[in-house]
């Protein structure tokens, strides 16, 4: 079992940077892959980012890649997102999941564990 709580959203000009960050609690975390997902007000929830449990491999959504980067900290326990150029469009409740499987995978129902979810507004 592992519990996963998001920070670091907030509300953002467009062009603008927030680093989102999701602390897990256990001492397994290196064995999970995690991703980050996101969704909209009435939208289904959206795959961002994907990290396998070393670090050595990330996964992006094709409209996001180049904007939002996934990282991991595995001594502390800690995955990040990092999204610059913000765009309205990017509005939206921001997860982090973890899942044992050894591939990452963009399907939420893949992911057994989730944060509660960081709210992320970018303004214009």
């Known amino acids: 079992q592992v519990q996963l709580v998001e920070s670091g959203g907030g509300v953002v000009q467009a062009g603008g940077s927030l680093r989102l960050s999701c602390a897990a609690s256990g001492r397994t975390f290196s064995s999970y892959a995690m991703g980050w997902f996101r969704q909209a007000p009435g939208k289904e929830r959206e795959f961002v980012a994907g990290i396998n449990r070393s670090g050595s491999s990330t996964d992006y959504a094709d409209s996001l890649k180049g904007r939002f980067t996934i990282s991991r900290d595995n001594a502390k326990n800690t995955v990040y997102l990092q999204m610059n150029t913000l765009k309205p469009e990017d509005t939206a409740v921001y997860s982090c999941?973890?899942?044992?499987?050894?591939?990452?995978?963009?399907?939420?129902?893949?992911?057994?564990?989730w944060g509660q979810g960081t709210q992320v507004t970018v303004s214009s």
């Open positions: 999941a973890a899942t044992g499987q050894l591939l990452i995978s963009t399907l939420p129902r893949r992911y057994a564990y």
